[in-house]
């Protein structure tokens, strides 16, 4: 028999399962012990599999220790990528490229193993010197002296009553940072080996800046022992600050750190905007301080300033005015090179169309369908996003729900647009009762979708770095300077149960 038609044809990506949230670009970074990886499963036939089951056989480093899952699937419809994830704990971790293999098997095939690489970082806090390090094989990036937009203390309901509100964990949004690189080993050249062979340096400063985000709230939620550092370090505070109103305090600890997670991630990337997408200050700062032939480049520098015109919510073209300078240290002499410019986030959509049911009886699924718009008319589709929905019940607790778009269960084609997921009331029936709560009345949806890094394998570094994932694209979330509006989540659909 030929081997099962099933392929994971992209990279694994990382999954924190507390706040739910993918990690910058997908990797993975050891200063969280638990994170969750997870993979796009495409069916490369023209015709439905039926009878599938999918399983992580193995982890190129003994330091990653995954929880063994099989997924089954009654049938798989042509060209369907369905989203598969595995627990795994990443404490002794160790930096670099990693293997993964997973072993896929329909009726009427043999099983197929796929082997594809994943990305593990290693993020540190030194509080002595206020200073974060991301380690991986080609280097280390340090990140000090920063600047940034912090969360206002002052906090206040909206006047209706409306709004609801993540915990006080942040966002916190840089305006100014210093990141330091030690290449391992020197080199010659214009250009140092990129990390990984795949992203630019800024993404490693996003996932320091991320990691540093949400790890009080991994920390609050899964008690000590669970990161490698439970603090975070101190700012230069810069102005607007950002307005927050009073959180739900019956909303349920999982709604209140996903928000606060989802708050964070887009905040922090706003980061990665001011230090561009095609090309970030290292890559362009070594095309503009070419060393002598007897030269080795031992070490670099940026040191960057921006300024927010507007708030950095997900999907939004907001703009930073930059300025930044380059340092690249040789054992010969020192090179600099400065640049002020105007990026534009250029992660965009233009909103979430959400249907659900008016009205469901009780014992029937809640069902949720999300189409997110990019620009123009046109929409995300299939393993274009990581997507899910939260689902908060009358009584406060809330529930994750994936949103998928491969023509299973509420979905009603595969890669058409449309992602779908339901929750079975009856199983949250059981949660619900623990806290004795109804689960009749109305039921608030938040949808949230992040972009995938969807370059393929053996893609040309210099290209491959300009394909960047993890940016938020649509939120339930929204950030303001304005004082006069602090409604931070809201909404986007409902569902009375009767």
């Known amino acids: 028999m030929s081997a099962t038609p099933l392929q994971v044809l992209t990279r694994p990506f990382a999954i924190e399962p507390v706040t739910n949230i993918m990690l910058p670009d997908g990797i993975f970074d050891n200063a969280i012990y638990n994170l969750r990886i997870a993979c ?77 690489q994943i990305f593990v970082s290693q993020t540190r806090f030194d509080s002595a010197s206020n200073t974060y390090t991301c380690s991986i094989e080609e280097g280390v990036l340090t990140m000090s002296n920063i600047s940034a937009i912090v969360q206002n203390p002052k906090w206040g ?15 916190w949004i840089p305006t100014g940072v210093t990141l330091a690189w030690s290449p391992n080993p020197a080199y010659s050249g214009m250009h140092a080996e990129l990390p990984f062979s795949d992203p630019w340096w800024k993404v490693l400063a996003i996932i320091v800046a991320v990691i540093a985000a949400i790890v009080a709230i991994v920390a609050a ?66 095309a503009h301080t070419l060393p002598r032939a007897d030269e080795l480049t031992v070490g670099e520098k940026v040191v960057a300033k921006w300024k927010l015109p507007d708030a950095p919510n997900a999907g939004k073209a907001y703009t930073a005015d930059v300025e ?23 992660h965009l959509s233009d909103g979430v169309e959400l249907e659900t049911p008016v009205t469901v009886g009780l ?19 299939g393993t274009d996003l990581y997507a899910f929905a939260l689902l908060r019940s009358p009584g406060g607790l809330t529930f994750v729900v994936p949103l998928t778009d491969d023509g299973l269960g509420f979905d009603p084609g595969a890669n058409d647009g449309v992602y779908a ?31 995938v890094n969807l370059t393929k394998p053996g893609t040309p570094p210099e290209i491959a770095a300009q394909h960047i994932g993890g940016f938020f694209v649509a939120s339930a979330v929204s950030i303001t300077f304005d004082p006069t509006l602090p409604c931070p989540l809201t909404a986007q659909g409902s569902i009375t149960v009767v």
């Not at 990665?272 to 890559?283: I, K, Q, R, T």
């Not at 930044?324 to 250029?346: A, C, L, P």
């Open 221 to 286: 939620v899964m008690g000590a022992g669970t990161a490698s550092f439970g603090v975070s370090g101190t700012f230069e505070e810069t102005d607007p600050s950002i307005d927050c109103c009073t959180p739900d305090v019956d909303a349920g600890p999982e709604k209140e750190f996903t928000v606060a997670g989802v708050a964070s991630v887009v905040a922090t990337v706003a980061l990665g905007v001011a230090l561009s997408d095609e090309a970030d200050p290292f890559w362009r700062g070594q």
């Open 363 to 381: 014992g029937e699924p809640l069902w949720i369908r999300a189409k997110f718009m990019r620009t123009e008319g046109k929409f995300f589709k």
């Open 324 to 346: 930044w300078t380059y340092t690249r240290f040789t054992t010969g002499k020192t090179y600099e090179y400065s640049v002020r410019e105007t990026q534009t986030n250029i």
């Open 40 to 116: 796009h499963y495409t069916n490369m036939s023209g015709a439905t599999l039926n009878n599938v089951t999918i399983y992580l056989e193995s982890v190129g480093d003994p330091g990653i220790v995954p929880v063994a899952k099989t997924f089954h699937f009654a049938s798989i419809p042509a060209g369907a990528a369905v989203l598969v994830m595995w627990d795994a704990n990443f404490k002794n971790a160790t930096p670099g490229k990693r293997l993964v293999s997973f072993v896929a098997k329909a009726d009427g095939f043999d099983s197929r193993r796929t082997i594809q």
């Open 157 to 171: 309901k909206d006047r209706e009553g409306k709004c609801e509100c993540p915990p006080d964990f942040g966002p």
């Open 421 to 451: 997921g339901s929750l079975d009331i009856k199983k949250a029936m059981r949660r619900l009762l623990q806290y004795r709560l109804d689960p009749r009345g109305l039921w608030r949806v938040y949808a949230f979708a992040q972009d």
